[in-house]
C-alpha cells in the first residue's frame, strides 16, 4: 500500500463532523486523469452490459460485484485519500462487502418525474433484524463521482445530515414533499464521498444532457457477510495482504494485514477515538 496514505488520516474534525453529519466529501480524491481513465473503462463496460442484458439506452444500470471487472477499478480499493478514513472510521479489521458501478442516464423528455425522492437507509434486512436505537453503524460507503453533479438536475445524491442517528424518518403527510433538511450534494468529478450506512438518503432523477458516473465501494467488518458476489478470484494472488484482506481471503476474524502494515510504519491504532 502507498505510504503516502498515512498524510490522508482521518482528522479529528473530519471525524467530528461524520459523527455529527454521517456524510463526510473528499474533494479532488481522485486526478483528472484518473478520472478520464475511470470513465472510459466505465463506459466500456456500460455498453458490453447493456448489449448483454438488452438494456435500453435510457436505463438506469447499477452493476454490483464492480470490484473485479477491471484493474483500475481494484485501485481505489485502498486509495490513499480515502481509505486511511475508511479505517479512521471503522477500524482496522474490515473488508470490502459490496462494489457497484452506477450509470444513470438523462431521462427522455416525456418521463413523468415524481416530486418526493426514494428516501432509505442501506442494508435494509439487517435493519429489521437488529433492536437498538440508533442502530450500530456497522458500514459505510465511498462513493466516487466521475462526472459534474454540480446542477440540481443531474442526479444528485440527496440526504438529511444527521438523520444516521434516528431509525425512522417522518415524511410529510401530504405525500409528495421530502423531509426537512434534505440537501443535495453538488460534488465536482473526482471527488469522493463517505457516508453512514444508516444516513437517510436518495438518488434522484437525472433531468440533465449528461450521463450520471459514480462508482461505490461498501466497507464493513469481516464478520458481516458481503453483499455480492465478490468475484475477485483472479485478483487474490496478485494483490498485497491488505488488498488480500479487504477482498476477503484472510482467515481470522482478528487477522488483520492493515494492523501489522501500520504498526510497520508507527501506527499503533488507526481508528479515531
Not at 431521462?107 to 435493519?127: A, I, P
Not at 425512522?168 to 450534494?185: F, K, M, Q, Y
Amino acid at each position: 500500500m502507498d505510504t503516502d496514505c498515512l498524510n490522508y488520516c482521518l482528522t479529528e474534525k473530519e471525524h467530528q463532523d461524520f459523527q455529527k453529519n454521517g456524510i463526510l466529501l473528499v474533494e479532488n480524491a481522485i486526478s483528472p486523469q484518473m478520472v478520464e481513465n475511470l470513465t472510459s473503462v466505465v463506459d466500456r463496460l456500460d455498453s458490453q452490459i447493456r448489449d448483454e442484458k438488452k438494456l435500453d439506452s435510457q436505463d438506469r444500470l447499477q452493476q454490483t460485484d464492480s470490484v473485479g471487472m477491471d484493474g483500475l477499478f481494484l485501485d481505489l480499493l485502498d486509495w490513499k485519500k480515502t481509505f486511511p478514513k475508511v479505517w479512521g472510521i471503522l477500524g482496522l479489521n474490515i473488508r470490502l462487502y459490496y462494489s457497484a458501478m452506477t450509470v444513470t442516464p438523462p431521462l427522455s423528455t416525456d418521463t413523468k418525474v415524481g416530486s418526493r425522492l426514494n428516501w432509505h437507509q442501506d442494508s435494509s434486512e439487517l435493519n429489521k433484524d437488529l433492536e437498538s436505537n440508533p442502530r450500530p453503524r456497522i458500514s459505510l460507503k465511498v462513493a466516487f463521482f466521475l462526472t459534474d453533479t454540480i446542477e440540481l438536475s443531474q442526479g444528485n445524491f440527496y440526504m438529511i445530515p444527521g438523520s444516521h442517528l434516528q431509525n425512522e424518518l417522518v415524511l410529510p403527510l401530504d405525500g409528495i414533499s421530502n423531509p426537512g433538511g434534505a440537501t443535495a450534494i453538488r460534488a465536482k468529478s473526482g471527488t469522493a464521498m463517505i457516508f453512514d450506512r444508516r444516513l437517510w438518503h436518495s438518488a434522484s432523477p437525472n433531468t440533465s444532457s449528461i450521463t450520471r458516473k459514480v462508482l461505490f465501494y461498501g466497507y464493513s467488518y469481516k464478520w458481516l457477510h458481503p453483499r455480492d458476489g465478490m468475484t475477485v478470484s483472479h485478483f487474490i494472488d496478485k494483490c498485497d495482504p491488505i488488498r488480500q484482506q479487504l477482498l476477503g481471503a484472510e482467515k481470522g476474524w482478528d487477522a488483520s494485514a492493515l494492523r501489522v502494515w501500520l504498526e510497520e510504519h508507527g501506527e499503533k491504532d488507526g481508528k479515531a477515538d
